[in-house]
């Protein structure tokens, strides 16, 4: 779903009651922060006068900027991986990410060496840590777990104790399970909002199927492998009840133990039931795996109060970076996104 057509249908629900007074977790958006870095590492080939690569920094403060004026939120949050991210999974799929790293996202104009490239990285991420703690956006990173993880948290939190309705912002596909009439994922690589309706229609399944669609396709992003012989057209017609049906993993292996005789696929799903639950596991977010402690965090992020807006420091920042026209007109555009937020209460 398009923009325009998004907040059309938001607009016509509002208006069917009286005006509302909106609040700081009434319209939540949500990023995944090195998903929009990393987009516009690899897209912003640019550099300082000084010769540094800043097109990663420049960059994701421009789509952030763009992101609030499309949603217009009362509350942002943005969401790191923290260090050590990947170990709960590699613990259970050794394999899992296995392929990342193992080529370079930009070009050879920007950076002499891969190295040279990795330094330019964590310090554009750093740099960016710092900006964000001067704006009226929460930022959080736990180590040991994945933004996935710390976004399923925060949205299903947000709706269960405020009736948000959360916009989440990621290019990853796995947020597509999380999808429902007050969870959207928008996918700026398609500039698409997904909702209950988009997923149906651009995969042909329910939403809540979309963790089974992923798991027995595999996903070659993540390095976790699907059952061979089954497509994307082909797993309707092997399992046209994804359509219709809200489905567990048992009910797969059900019909698969109903249908074994029929197609070497239902025998290789159960072949395979020990890896394919465990590829579930691993991608499954609705049990995310994050620890008490780490939900805690989370659920104090929520009532925790908006850090302040210091827009003296943040362009004082921006001029040491020496930025120089990837923001125009730097400080309206600071006072036109940033300021309104403090205003909603909580």
Not at 128 to 142: A, F, G, N, S
Not at 256 to 262: E, G, L, M, Q, S
């Amino acid at each position: 779903m398009k923009h325009k057509d998004l907040f059309k249908l938001l607009d016509t629900v509002q208006e069917q009651g009286e005006e509302p007074v909106l609040k700081r977790h009434d319209r939540v958006l949500i990023l995944d922060g090195l998903n929009l870095f990393f987009r516009n590492f690899a897209m912003m080939n640019m550099v300082n006068p000084d010769g540094v690569h800043i097109g990663g920094l420049g960059g994701f403060f421009r789509s952030l900027g763009a992101m609030i004026r499309q949603t217009n939120p009362t509350s942002v949050y943005v969401v790191f991986d923290g260090a050590g991210s990947t170990i709960n999974r590699k613990n259970l799929l050794s394999e899992y990410k296995g392929t990342r790293n193992l080529a370079r996202i930009t070009n050879w104009e920007a950076f002499d060496n891969i190295e040279e490239e990795h330094d330019s990285k964590i310090d554009q991420i750093v740099r960016i840590i710092q900006y964000l703690k001067l704006l009226p956006v929460k930022t959080t990173i736990l180590d040991k777990v994945e933004a996935d993880d710390v976004i399923a948290v925060l949205a299903e939190k947000l709706v269960e104790r405020h009736n948000s309705t959360c916009f989440i912002v990621s290019s990853d596909k796995d947020f597509l399970q999380l999808v429902t009439d007050k969870i959207i994922v928008y996918r700026p690589m398609e500039k698409e909002y997904y909702t209950p309706q988009v997923v149906e229609q651009k995969f042909g399944l329910l939403p809540s199927n979309f963790i089974l669609y992923k798991t027995l396709l595999g996903d070659s992003s993540d390095n976790v492998k699907g059952i061979k012989g089954l497509g994307e057209k082909g797993i309707f017609k092997k399992f046209p009840e994804l359509k219709t049906h809200e489905l567990t993993l048992d009910d797969i292996f059900d019909i698969c133990a109903r249908k074994f005789k029929d197609h070497v696929v239902y025998s290789r799903i159960l072949q395979d039931k020990a890896r394919i639950e465990t590829n579930y596991k691993v991608m499954d977010l609705s049990i995310p795996l994050i620890d008490e402690r780490g939900k805690k965090h989370v659920s104090d992020l929520i009532d925790d109060e908006l850090p302040d807006l210091n827009s003296e420091m943040f362009i004082s920042l921006y001029n040491e970076d020496k930025l120089g026209g990837m923001i125009r007109n730097l400080d309206m555009w600071i006072k036109d996104i940033f300021s309104k937020l403090p205003v909603y209460k909580q």
